[in-house]
Nanobody, 124 residues
């Protein structure tokens, strides 16, 4: 079992930056693909970014590519999402997820463990 907890969300103006963190406890994420997903009101959860077990491979949704960077520190059991040039469309609850069975995945169905989410609001 892995417990995930996101932090770092908040309210930011258009064009601003935020860095989300995901802390893992009650287990290790060292052997898990990790991902960030988001869900806006009235919309389905969507993929944002993913990183492979050792961090050698990353994948991004087209909507955030070039503005977002996913990274991880396996020694600290942490995953991060640096978001720059934020847009109102980025407003959502952001979730961290772990996929112990996969090397890397952009599909939510591949992830077994999820955090509670952190709210990101981009104001214009």
């Amino acid at each position: 079992q892995v417990q995930l907890r996101e932090s770092g969300g908040g309210v930011v103006q258009v064009g601003g930056s935020l860095k989300l963190s995901c802390a893992a406890s009650e287990g290790t994420i060292r052997n898990s693909a990790m991902g960030w997903f988001r869900q806006a009101p009235g919309r389905e959860r969507e993929f944002v970014a993913a990183i492979s077990r050792r961090g050698g491979s990353t994948s991004y949704a087209d909507s955030v590519k070039g503005r977002v960077t996913i990274s991880r520190d396996n020694a600290k059991n942490m995953v991060y999402l640096q978001m720059n040039r934020l847009e109102p469309e980025d407003t959502a609850v952001y979730f961290c997820a772990a996929a112990p069975r996969l090397i890397i995945s952009t599909s939510a169905t591949g992830y077994d463990y999820w955090g509670q989410g952190t709210q990101v609001t981009v104001s214009s």
